[in-house]
């Protein structure tokens, strides 16, 4: 059995990594706990609102990055296995006014149309290699450890595509 975008969500959102996700429309949808402690900004205020007004995003140049109608939340949502949105860092305001660094990830949970598909946001203060959370997302690991275990209901674990 699949998870549902909204399992896959809840499950992301529980992952010990700082994310948050917006719908087709750019509004946020999630932000989780973590997200609110890097970040200095509860769910309650952001939740509803267009990500690019609440965290203002600039690239290492001070120009603004995050925009209505994202072009890399548009390229994750294409999906093109050949073409991946890399990791990048960006300066985001914190809820106290502060820029701060971070190094963010973008993947998609498919919907029936690619413009539907929610975009998940990975948000890191290292540089470093990515996480475990990132590397299942990109499926890149297919040895790691599955984010969530997936059985029949007789309890047996379920083999999944690379794909799925």
């Not at 059995?1 to 909204?6: H, I, L, R, Y």
């Not at 309650?44 to 990500?51: A, S």
């Not at 209901?153 to 083999?159: I, K, M, R, S, T």
Request: aromatic letters at 8%.
């Amino acid at each position: 059995m699949v998870a549902s975008p909204s399992e896959t969500l809840d499950r992301i959102a529980r992952s010990g990594e700082a994310v948050f996700a917006i719908d087709s429309a750019d509004r946020i949808i999630l932000w989780n706990k973590k997200c609110e402690e890097l970040l200095e900004r509860s769910a309650r205020t952001v939740l509803g609102k267009p990500c690019y007004q609440v965290l203002g995003g600039r690239d290492a140049q001070g120009n603004v990055y995050c925009y209505k109608n994202c072009p890399v939340a548009h390229q994750a949502r294409d999906q093109k296995p050949n073409d991946p949105v890399q990791r990048f860092p960006l300066s985001f305001r914190t809820g106290k006014g502060t820029p701060k660094w971070f190094t963010v990830s973008l993947f998609a949970i498919p919907s029936y149309h690619p413009a539907l598909s929610t975009v998940v946001h990975v948000i890191r203060t290292e540089n470093g290699s990515p996480s475990n959370l990132e590397r299942r997302l990109a499926g890149e690991s297919s040895t790691a450890e599955s984010l969530w275990p997936m059985t029949t209901n007789e309890g047996h674990p379920v083999d999944l595509t690379g794909r799925e």
